[in-house]
């Protein structure tokens, strides 16, 4: 089980970019079939060890589907702004301090949304999950989160998948 979790994470690096996914060109491009075959054994992972019963697991199915992909399109939509604010802010050139001043709010807001979207899943989670399963479903994301990430990282992969971004604009 271990290695098939292990190899689920080494997969996931190459679906973290749904830019890099469709691209054709791109090793991994079975991308999308990919990120498939992980959400399935991790979902059988939450079920098993949270204990769920298959109405609990479709219900988990669709929240995350909702929320998850609300979440890709305010990632999708940060890393455009980190871009355009990082060609404002270039060394050399002199920044416009209109468009900073508005791409820095847009920032903002962005990830004012992201956390809402986490705080609506919860409230939606809290209607079918008891605490317990609540908080171990968040630990378990977060593992394989973090998992994920150092794999990325050790393969040389980490600013592929977040951007180029500044050190100011990390945190």
Do not use: W
Request: proline residues 4%.
């Amino acid at each position: 089980m271990r290695r098939v979790y292990l190899a689920c994470l080494m997969i996931t690096s190459l679906v973290a970019s749904p830019a890099l996914a469709q691209d054709s060109t791109v090793p991994g491009s079975q991308a999308p079939g990919i990120r498939k075959l992980i959400e399935e054994r991790f979902a059988q992972r939450i079920k098993e060890q949270l204990g769920l019963t298959d109405a609990q697991m479709g219900r988990l199915r669709e929240t995350t589907g909702k929320f998850g992909g609300r979440r890709r399109e305010l990632e999708g939509h940060q890393l455009a702004i980190r871009r355009a604010l990082a060609m404002q802010l270039r060394p050399g050139t002199a920044a416009n301090k209109d468009s900073v001043a508005k791409l820095t709010d847009e920032l903002l807001a962005g990830r004012v949304a992201y956390a809402k979207s986490f705080q609506d899943e919860l409230a939606e989670l809290k209607t079918y999950l008891d605490p317990v399963q609540r908080a171990e479903l968040m630990a378990m994301r977060e593992r394989l989160l973090r998992r994920a990430q150092q794999f990325r990282d050790r393969q040389g992969m980490g600013d592929a998948f977040r951007g180029r971004r500044r050190p100011f604009m990390e945190r």
